[in-house]
């Protein structure tokens, strides 16, 4: 890649390209939008604006097509020429940055964080998919936005409150994990004269100091790995932690090793519920080792938020969470590998800690009016189960299974 072409991004301003239109497009139609400055820079510029414009989250890239935008959860076209490979091939060597370069020419995959004056930051994904490049920037914030604003129930905040241990954010890809991560950040620095320490890949949020100090670390450029990190972390006097990911053994144990030496340490998992999630952080480890973690995770896990985004009953995505407090009753049976499948039945009881199942998080969305009941149906873990509930609150007519 040319030296030009890694160059910063030239700002474009107020981000807004002339004519961008102040409402989000037809689902059905193109978004109308001016033909994009020359250049690979100036291009992706002007779609990114556009995306910031209509309030998008997402911007598409690939070979073969016109751009997209994602607003609400729906991809929409934008008005532009389609794309050659070549081209996908010079956006990518105008953005990756120098340090990620040797990354993605090796494993053909590459995340970075990208900023341009004007706009913000996002996070790009730039992959190799039939021999080219393909883009996708997801829309970036400064700072974490208030629990109530995001659906968070007000559990969370109390977990955030938690002085020492382990607290995991779980659910899918683009389940809203990093937004409910950041709020929990934001308000740890809103209220606590702590010192805060982000391990990320890439960093996605930047948090200012307010009573709180934070020191951000990138992956790949701050350190070298999440496992350095987290070590060279507990030397820089903590109080919290903040892990992106955890992804190997020897991660996990650093991050149990931090919460059980006083700090309180928040991470991400890529699982569905609190049982998934309990199982897959023992089976980082070996046989032979899972017994002891069992009973550090135990004494460790403060609480699991798990998310999963429905579509709500005036458009965009609303989320739907299980809580998993950790009580006397949980720990059992997170120690006792024969009781860890009558976690749910612990959650589904367990109202008075905050605790809930997604079921029980739909229904409270349902009778809210935020969700629709079909919507609610096709998101349900139990089907049957959830149509009994919505029978006995009179929200479906009973006798109707």
Avoid: C
């Amino acid at each position: 890649m040319t030296d030009a072409l890694r160059a910063t991004p030239e700002p474009l301003g107020s981000g807004v390209p002339e004519g961008t239109p102040a409402a989000p497009p037809s689902p059905v139609a193109p978004t109308q939008l001016p033909a994009p400055p020359v250049g690979a820079v100036r291009e992706l510029q002007a779609w990114l604006g556009h995306l910031t414009a209509v309030g998008g989250s997402d911007l598409h890239v690939k070979a073969g097509a016109p751009p997209r935008v994602r607003v609400e959860g729906v991809l929409r076209l934008i008005e532009a020429p389609t794309l050659t490979a070549q081209q996908t091939e010079g956006f990518a060597e105008a953005v990756v940055p120098p340090f990620r370069v040797k990354r993605f020419e090796e494993h053909g995959e590459v995340d970075f964080a990208y900023a341009v004056e004007g706009l913000g930051r996002f996070r790009a994904h730039v992959f190799r998919q039939r021999g080219s490049a393909t883009l996708v920037f997801r829309r970036l914030t400064v700072g974490g936005q208030p629990f109530a604003e995001i659906g968070m129930p007000p559990v969370v905040k109390q977990l955030a409150d938690e002085p020492r241990g382990l607290v995991l954010v779980t659910g899918p890809t683009g389940s809203g994990k990093t937004t409910t991560l950041a709020a929990m950040i934001e308000h740890v620095n809103q209220t606590r004269p702590v010192h805060i320490v982000t391990i990320e890949d890439p960093i996605e949020i930047i948090h200012p100091d307010k009573m709180a100090s934070v020191a951000q670390r990138e992956v790949g450029q701050d350190t070298d790995s999440f496992l350095a990190a987290i070590r060279a972390a507990l030397r820089a006097d903590p109080d919290v932690i903040l892990i992106g990911e955890m992804r190997d053994s020897e991660t996990v144990q650093a991050a149990l090793r931090a919460a059980e030496t006083g700090h309180l340490v928040l991470s991400t998992l890529h699982t569905l519920d609190a049982t998934e999630t309990v199982n897959r952080m023992v089976d980082f480890f070996a046989s032979t080792e899972q017994n002891q973690v069992r009973i550090t995770l135990a004494a460790a896990l403060r609480g699991i938020v798990s998310q999963r985004l429905i579509v709500g009953v005036t458009g965009g995505r609303v989320p739907a969470v299980e809580i998993l407090v950790n009580t006397g009753r949980v720990a059992e049976r997170i120690i006792d590998r024969d009781l860890t499948a009558e976690i749910p039945e612990v959650i589904r009881e367990g109202g008075y800690y905050g605790m809930q199942t997604f079921d029980q998080s739909l229904l409270s969305l349902v009778k809210a009016g935020t969700v629709s009941v079909d919507e609610a149906m096709r998101a349900a873990s139990q089907p049957h189960d959830f149509q009994l509930m919505l029978q006995q609150v009179g929200l479906v007519p009973a006798g109707t299974l």
